[in-house]
């Protein structure tokens, strides 16, 4: 029989990925390196009964030590990936990039889907994941078609609706969100295309363009999306419905992760 106190149960935690950036103080003092999350993601973390962890960039050698520590992980959005993680040049419109990031963030993508972490990853973090897992961006959505790019970026309408979206009915992100059409927010420039082998397209723009992902190896609990759910949250069902799924599979991981530790400590 075990000596040790039975463990308290505890929110599950999820890493949230940072956005990077150099800020420069109005006083004139020295430019500051900062890594830092919009605290709409942390509201809606927190919302759904889980417990964020700022994730800024790491070394990505260190990817798994650090989702060691969490149940679940958010990719965040923020800066443009840099087209060389896939093989393309740079569009002039493209960047400003984040080199660290990138490689912190594909490391953690990579990491994640070995292990079957529960993933979420949310406009940069879809494209992100996308590149991570071997598909392509398209680098600049006005390119030959002003109205598709005016369409989507609209960053002073971030907590409107602007846009309809259509979600495969088969797909698990349509089971998640208990719909197959919603107006959501938007505010992007760049968007999937190629979709990653490893990634199933699961909801679309009606002019094409890739609204939502979701992983093809149904042991892999992972969706993204492109627009913003965080930013809906608190008014919105279905973005809601986005955040309980991953605490419910954050918390079913925290759970695993548990009795596998109580296992090894009552092994003789």
């Known amino acids: 029989m075990s000596t040790h106190p039975p463990s308290v ?7 949230v ?20 999350v919009d605290a709409a993601y942390l509201a809606a973390v927190r919302a759904a009964g889980m417990t964020p962890v700022v994730l800024p960039p790491n070394d990505p050698a260190d990817a798994h030590a650090v989702l060691d520590g969490v149940d679940a992980l ?3 959005g923020g800066e443009d990936v ?7 040049a740079p569009h002039a419109a493209a960047g400003p990039f984040a080199a660290a990031r990138d490689a912190s963030e594909i490391a953690l993508a990579r990491a ?12 940069r973090g879809v494209q992100l994941l996308n590149v991570a897992l071997g598909g392509t961006l398209a680098q600049h959505l006005a390119d030959g078609d ?5 369409r989507h970026d609209r960053m002073a309408d971030r907590h409107r609706r602007v846009h309809a979206v259509t979600v495969d009915a088969a797909s698990p992100l349509a089971h998640v969100l208990g719909a197959t059409a919603l107006d959501v927010n938007s505010y992007h420039h760049q968007a999937v295309d190629g979709v990653a082998p490893p990634l199933a397209a699961a909801a679309w723009c009606d002019d094409g363009v890739v609204e939502g992902v979701a992983a093809r190896d149904a042991a892999w609990p992972a969706l993204g999306v492109q627009w913003h759910p965080e930013d809906l949250a608190h008014h919105g069902a279905c973005e809601q419905r986005l955040f309980a799924w991953l605490a419910t599979h954050a918390a079913s991981h925290a759970a695993s992760h548990a009795a596998s530790h109580a296992g090894q400590r009552d092994a003789p």
């Open 9 to 15: 149960a505890r929110r599950p935690v999820v890493g």
């Open 17 to 36: 990925t940072a956005t990077t950036s150099t800020l420069h103080p109005a006083d004139g003092a020295p430019a500051i390196d900062a890594a830092y």
């Open 74 to 76: 958010l990719l965040s």
């Open 82 to 88: 840099d087209p060389a993680h896939y093989g393309a």
């Open 112 to 123: 994640a889907r070995d292990r079957r972490l529960p993933t979420l990853a949310i406009c």
């Open 146 to 150: 002003a109205e598709r790019g005016a």
